[in-house]
């Protein structure tokens, strides 16, 4: 369990705060809107009203207590900016910091950002892929040339085995996990038999994934 800071309640910064919490967080949410503070107060371990542009209230908060600090500031780049500055300055352990353009991202991390998240980009390029590949589900990047897809079991797979179909070396990717309705188990033997109906975790490059979703 890890302590989390989350500034600004928008709808990334409150879906944020609650998935934090469903994971196992400590989430102390900030927002300067009172209603969207009350809004979210029954759902994670502490709400506060506050407009985290002023210092005092920011040093309120012992930043420098929390694992993350997210600035989760979607209208106000400027805000977004000094928020992230602040909370380096007063000792904050590590800062993410969200925004939508490349060019503010170079501004937010020259004031001490330490990573900087994309939603609406990462979202574009998930959904972009899933209907690219008729058989994927879900898609998280990892790099420009690698990625993790959740697709269907292909039916030729269906009754063989890792080792049997040479999945390594004929698709150039790696099946990491097997899905069935939300029970996730990792396939980590090469005798592992692909069953109908199951979804599989692969990895590898973005063409090879693509190809392999697609070709069903």
Not at 36 to 41: I, W
Not at 66 to 71: A, E, M, R, S
Not at 139 to 158: F, N, T
Not at 195 to 209: D, P, Q, R, S, Y
Request: proline share 2%; with cysteine.
């Amino acid at each position: 369990m890890r302590s989390m800071l989350v500034i600004g309640l928008g709808r990334f910064g409150s879906n944020l705060a609650l998935k934090l919490m469903e994971l196992g967080n400590e989430v102390m949410a900030v927002d300067r809107d009172e209603e969207v503070v009350d809004s979210l107060a029954s759902s994670v371990t502490c709400a506060q009203i506050g407009d985290c542009m002023e210092e005092k209230v920011l040093r309120s908060l012992g930043v420098a207590n929390f694992d993350i600090c997210f600035v989760c500031i979607s209208s106000n780049f400027q805000s977004s900016l000094e928020i992230t500055s602040l909370l380096k300055e007063l000792g904050a352990k590590r800062v993410v910091s969200k925004t939508n353009r490349e060019m503010h991202a170079k501004f937010l991390l020259k004031v001490g950002a330490d990573e900087i998240v994309y939603p609406e980009r990462d979202m574009a390029l998930r959904t972009a892929f899933k209907y690219s590949a008729k058989g994927a589900f879900d898609y998280v990047e990892l790099s420009k040339e690698y990625a993790i897809i959740e697709m269907e079991v292909p039916s030729a797979w269906i009754g063989g085995s890792l080792k049997e179909l040479n999945v390594r070396s004929r698709h150039h990717i790696n099946v990491i996990g097997a899905k069935s309705g939300n029970d996730v188990v990792p396939v980590t033997s090469p005798d592992y038999v692909f069953k109908e109906g199951e979804h599989l975790i692969v990895a590898g490059e973005k063409k090879n994934l693509l190809n392999l979703a697609d070709s069903h």
